[in-house]
T-cell receptor, first 115, second 112 residues
Framework: EPEVTQTPSHQVTQMGQEVILRCVPI?????FYWYRQILGQKVEFLVS????????KSEIFDDQFSVERPDGSNFTLKIRSTKLEDSAMYFC?????????????FGAGSRLTVL | QQQVKQSPQSLIVQKGGISIINCAYE??????FPWYQQFPGKGPALLIA?????SEKKEGRFTISFNKSAKQFSLHIMDSQPGDSATYFC???????????FGIGTKLQVIP
């Protein structure tokens, strides 16, 4: 069964450092997303990406965050200057379409710990 | 108005029993209501979903009941099994948008 793969599975970083989280979406999917889950809290939408541009973003996705599809397969989330409150599990997801019963397929997540 | 309120946050059910998780929303623009199941160390996985034009959807042991006028929907797991032990999230998405709003999650434990 096709899956979304994410790397690294766990990253520990110092506050103020830049972090890049990587994702390989399912190959025939056109829409890509990042969500995050702070420990013990709900899953929160960060951003959606289609046709090489951001199509939607939440209020959480401020100027310290950016996304990129540097090649035909990877989708990355960059956090420019990490803060303690960025510690969370970051989930990448992809879908074939954005409407109808658009089934989001999530990766296993990248756990970010900011010290 | 964008929130999806979910209860209970934790649930313990005997094997063979019925697990019921409830959600409520305010935003009438929501037109798609999925439920996700998450096992430890894994990402959420779509379990079952419903649109507001139907009041119930059943897939195997899993049933969504939807009450449009009350803006409530619930997940029923019949004949609950220890393998169903996971965290369940209700969610909602407004028509024409991609953002899915999740509930806080319900940690279900099915005991033998």
């Amino acid at each position: 069964e096709p899956e979304v793969t994410q790397t690294p599975s766990h990253q520990v970083t110092q506050m103020g450092q830049e972090v890049i989280l990587r994702c390989v979406p399912i190959s025939n999917h056109l829409y890509f997303y990042w969500y995050r889950q702070i420990l013990g809290q709900k899953v929160e939408f960060l951003v959606s990406f289609y046709n090489n541009e951001i199509s939607e973003k939440s209020e959480i996705f401020d100027d310290q965050f950016s996304v990129e599809r540097p090649d035909g397969s990877n989708f990355t989330l960059k956090i420019r200057s990490t803060k303690l409150e960025d510690s969370a599990m970051y989930f990448c997801a992809s879908s074939e379409s954005s409407s109808g019963a658009n089934v989001l397929t999530f990766g296993a997540g990248s756990r970010l710990t900011v010290l | 108005q964008q929130q999806v309120k979910q209860s209970p946050q934790s649930l313990i059910v005997q094997k063979g029993g019925i697990s019921i998780i409830n959600c409520a929303y305010e935003n009438t623009a929501f037109d798609y209501f999925p439920w996700y199941q998450q096992f430890p160390g894994k990402g959420p996985a779509l379990l079952i979903a419903i649109r507001p034009d139907v009041s119930e959807k059943k897939e195997g042991r899993f049933t969504i009941s939807f009450n449009k006028s009350a803006k409530q929907f619930s997940l029923h797991i019949m004949d609950s099994q220890p393998g169903d032990s996971a965290t369940y999230f209700c969610a909602a998405r407004p028509g024409g948008y991609q953002k899915v709003t999740f509930g806080i999650g319900t940690k279900l434990q099915v005991i033998p």
